[in-house]
C-alpha cells in the first residue's frame, strides 16, 4: 500500500531539480501529509462504524449491561484504536531514512496506544461496576470503593511501571 504512494512521489522528485538529500525531507514531509489525515479519517470512520451500527445492535439486545457500555461510551474509546494502528504499521516506511525519528514515533504511537487501552479497561470497569450495583445481592455492598480501589492500581500499574 506505501509503495503505491511512495513511488510516484519519488518518482516526482526524481524528475525535479531537487538533491538527494533533499529529496529525502521532502519526501518524508509528503507522506507525513498524507499519513496523519488518515489516521485522523481512520479515527472518524471507526468511531462512525461504532456508533451507527454496535451501538444500534448493543441497545436491541436483550441484555442490560451492554447497554452500560453504549451509555458510558466505551465503545468510542475503541476508536483510538484504529488511528494508533495506522501510524504504527506506516512509521517503518515513512521514517526509513530516520532511524531516531521511527524510535520516537514507535514510543508515541506505544504510549498512545496503551492509554487507548487503559480507558477502554476503566470504561469497562464502570460497566462491571454499574451492573453489579444493580444486582440485589450486592445492594448493600460498597461497590463504588472496591472499583476505586482497583482503578487505583490499574493507574500505579499504568504510570509507576519501568518503561524499557
Sequence with gaps: MMKLIENPIEAFLT?????????????????SLLILPLAWLSFFLFKRFLTTYVYKWVKKSSFTWDDALADRR???????????????????????????????????TDCYFTLA?????????????????????????????YFQLIRLI?????????WE
Design 15 to 31: 524528475r525535479t531539480a531537487i538533491s538527494d538529500e533533499a529529496a529525502i525531507y521532502v519526501r518524508l514531509f509528503v507522506l
Design 74 to 108: 466505551v465503545l468510542n474509546n475503541l476508536a483510538h484504536i484504529a488511528p494508533a494502528f495506522i501510524v504504527r504499521m506506516v512509521a517503518p516506511t515513512l521514517f526509513v531514512d530516520f532511524p531516531q525519528w521511527h524510535t520516537l514515533v514507535t514510543k508515541l
Design 117 to 145: 487501552i487503559f480507558t477502554i479497561v476503566l470504561g469497562l470497569l464502570k460497566v462491571v461496576e454499574y451492573a453489579l450495583s444493580r444486582q440485589p445481592a450486592f445492594k448493600d455492598k460498597p461497590m463504588m470503593s
Design 154 to 162: 490499574l493507574y500505579i500499574v499504568l504510570f509507576y511501571r519501568d
